[in-house]
């Protein structure tokens, strides 16, 4: 079966520092990935998907950026957070396109100081 | 923008009861998605609605589609505690993204 992983769980980091968020999947080939942000008690905001290695599509412009180093590997990045970058980061997978059900991780919370 | 709309925004009932929920959207689709949120928690697939497709059943849901309204709706029968949540419908932003809407969140009082 497919299993979908997300680390940390939870994060604190200063204003400036950097970040790195992972996800992984297991148990498909080839899926598409995306990544998610979620203000508090909002819905979700698409940051980035993959339809392959290499493959990046940005739906917002911000600090942030996405890299996808392997086919099951999905990493959400920046060089110096906001605090604006504050929330609940989520990771799912498809096994194709927006006609599919997307498969989510449990996210990562994090807070910018 | 293609993203749903729910309604209500938030929904209090009593264990027991059913709980409806809206979903608006603006242009055409292929098919709809319902999903569930628990507080804290990565969102879950409840049922995928084809826009040939006027009802569909799992459990006590229960999704219809209006696609001459452009409107969506979740009904869940014989609410518990368990139900309490945050529910989202998504519709196809383009050929490979979801667009979610703002969820709306049910509280089963007990």
């Known amino acids: 079966s497919q299993t979908i992983h997300q680390w940390p769980a939870t994060l604190v980091q200063p204003v400036g520092s950097p970040l790195s968020l992972e996800c992984t999947v297991e148990?498909?080939?080839?899926?598409?990935l995306y990544w998610y942000r979620q203000a508090a008690g909002r819905g979700l905001q698409l940051l980035f998907y993959?339809?392959?290695?290499?493959?990046i599509s940005s739906e917002v412009p911000q600090n942030l950026s996405a890299s996808r180093p392997q086919d099951r590997q999905f990493i959400l990045s920046s060089k110096k957070l906001l605090l604006s970058d504050s929330g609940f980061y989520l990771c799912?997978?498809?096994?194709?396109?927006?006609?599919?059900?997307?498969?989510f991780g449990p996210g990562t919370r994090l807070l910018v100081l | 923008s293609q993203q749903g709309e729910e309604d209500p925004q938030a929904l209090s009932i009593q264990e027991g009861e059913n709980a409806t929920m809206n979903c608006s959207y603006k242009?055409?689709?292929?098919?709809l998605q319902w999903y569930r949120q628990n507080s804290g928690r990565g969102l879950v697939h409840l049922i995928l609605?084809?826009?040939?497709?006027r009802e569909k059943h799992s459990g006590r849901l229960r999704v219809t589609l209006d696609t001459s309204k452009k409107s969506s709706s979740l009904l869940i029968t014989a609410s518990r505690a368990a139900d309490t949540a945050s529910y989202f419908c998504?519709?196809?932003?383009?050929?490979?993204?979801?667009?979610f809407g703002t969820g709306t969140r049910l509280t089963v009082i007990p």
């Open positions: 799912a997978w498809s096994v194709g396109g927006a006609r599919e059900t997307q498969y």
């Open positions: 148990g498909t080939s080839n899926p598409n």
């Open positions: 993959s339809v392959g290695i290499g493959q």
């Open positions: 242009t055409s689709i292929n098919n």
């Open positions: 609605i084809r826009s040939n497709e």
């Open positions: 998504a519709t196809e932003g383009g050929a490979n993204n979801l667009f």
